[in-house]
C-alpha cells in the first residue's frame, strides 16, 4: 500500500447539504489531487495540491473547493451538494515524474 | 477540454493474442506518460510508464510506445490473459499538471 486513505469509503447526503471528503497520506508526498469518475468520462481532475496551503483549479472545479492545512491532509468539500455530484471520488498522491499512488475511492450519493 | 484521449471505450480479445490499447493528448507541455489497470470498487493502480524522452519502454509482457510527433502512446499487452481483463486508463503529466483518458474496458476471453 502507498499509504493513502479516503475517508468515509460511502456517504449518501441530501442535495443542498454541505459534503467534505478527505484524503489522508503518510508518504510526505508534496503533491495531491482530486479526481471524480464517470462512465464516459474517465477520471476527471478536480483539483489539486501542490504544497501546504497551495492549490489549484482542475477541469471540473466548480461547486468544489479544497484545503491543505498540512502535507498529510487533503479535503474536498461540496458547498451545496447537487445531484450532478454523485460520483466515485478518487484521491491520489505523487511526485512529478514518478507513477500516482490513489486512494481506494469514495461513493458519493447525492439524493 | 479534454486534453487526453481514448477513443475506444472497450476491445475484446483472445487469450494468448495481442492487445493494444491507444491513447492521444493534445498538451504539448506533458512530458511523462503513464498507463494504469483499474479492477471495480478499487482505485487506479499503476502499470507502466514512459518519459518524453524515449520513444519505448517494456516491462515484461507490457510495452508502452510513445509516438511524440503525433501525441500518441499506446499499450501492448502480449500474450494477453484473462487477469488481464479491467479498465485501463491512460494518463499524461506536466509540472502539478495529471490528466487522465476516459479509459477503455479490455475484456480478454479464455
Known amino acids: 500500500d502507498a499509504g493513502i486513505t479516503q475517508s468515509p469509503r460511502h456517504k449518501v447526503t441530501e442535495t443542498g447539504t454541505p459534503v467534505t471528503l478527505r484524503c489522508h497520506q503518510t508518504?510526505?508526498?508534496?503533491?495531491m489531487y482530486w479526481y471524480r469518475q464517470d462512465p464516459g468520462h474517465g477520471l476527471r481532475l478536480i483539483h489539486y495540491s501542490y504544497g501546504v496551503k497551495d492549490t489549484d483549479k482542475g477541469e471540473v472545479s466548480d461547486g468544489y473547493s479544497v484545503s491543505r492545512s498540512k502535507t498529510e491532509d487533503f479535503l474536498l468539500t461540496l458547498e451545496s451538494a447537487t445531484s450532478s455530484q454523485t460520483s466515485v471520488y478518487f484521491c491520489?498522491?505523487?511526485?512529478?515524474?514518478?507513477?500516482?499512488?490513489f486512494g481506494q475511492g469514495t461513493r458519493l450519493t447525492v439524493v | 477540454d479534454q486534453q487526453v484521449k481514448q477513443n475506444s471505450p472497450s476491445l475484446s480479445v483472445q487469450e494468448g493474442r495481442i492487445s493494444i490499447l491507444n491513447c492521444d493528448y493534445t498538451?504539448?507541455?506533458?512530458?511523462?506518460f503513464l498507463w494504469y489497470k483499474k479492477y471495480p470498487a478499487e482505485g487506479p493502480t499503476f502499470l507502466i510508464s514512459i518519459s518524453s524522452i524515449k520513444d519505448k519502454n517494456e516491462d515484461g509482457r507490457f510495452t508502452v510506445f510513445l509516438n511524440k510527433s503525433a501525441k500518441h502512446l499506446s499499450l501492448h499487452i502480449v500474450p494477453s490473459q484473462p487477469g488481464d481483463s479491467a479498465v485501463y486508463f491512460c494518463a499524461a503529466s506536466g509540472g502539478s499538471d495529471m490528466r487522465f483518458g476516459a479509459g477503455t474496458r479490455l475484456t480478454v476471453k479464455p
Open positions: 498538451n504539448s507541455m506533458f512530458d511523462y
Open positions: 508518504e510526505n508526498h508534496r503533491y
Open positions: 491520489a498522491i505523487t511526485t512529478p515524474g514518478t507513477e500516482a499512488f
